[in-house]
């Protein structure tokens, strides 16, 4: 494993895919990298087993290959996402981040596309080192049924 995670992943060659992360608050970046990659292999490495996503404010959430499918959705847009860390609170093997996101340009037809929101994901670092995405909800900050005000 890299010494110094973040600088592992600025050295890497372009277009190469940085590892999994050894910090947790690496994972942000390395999600981005491996999102912005194109490839829903490299991205569906940064789950843990068992890992939810929650898509939306109210929606049913996505576990198993119904969640690496949305995000490989997401990911064909060829919009590339802008990930800035908020806060990283670790505690023995879990991570709380909040991490502010966006996606905003066009797609492969010509569409525009904008789309962001403040996540509250949860990581856990697993036997093997690697911290990977237990919860993920992009949409963790945004209020669900709540009447205007």
């Not at 929606?59 to 919009?79: E, K």
Request: no cysteine; net charge negative.
């Amino acid at each position: 494993m890299p010494e110094n995670p973040s600088e592992a992943l600025s050295a890497a060659p372009p277009g190469a895919l940085p590892g999994l992360p050894t910090r947790p608050e690496d994972v942000p970046a390395v999600f981005a990298a491996r999102f912005d990659s194109g490839d829903p292999a490299a991205l569906a490495e940064l789950y843990e087993e068992g890992a939810l996503l929650a898509a939306g404010p109210g929606g049913a959430p996505l576990t198993g290959s119904a969640l690496h499918a949305a995000n490989a959705r997401l990911q064909a847009l060829r919009v590339p996402i802008e990930v800035r860390p908020r806060a990283v609170y670790a505690t023995g093997d879990l991570a709380l981040l909040v991490v502010d996101w966006l996606m905003e340009g066009t797609d492969p037809d010509g569409r525009p596309v904008r789309v962001g929101g403040t996540a509250t994901d949860v990581a856990r670092r697993g036997a093997d080192g690697w911290w990977r995405y237990a919860i993920d909800s992009p949409f963790g900050t945004a209020p669900a049924g709540l009447p205007e005000g």
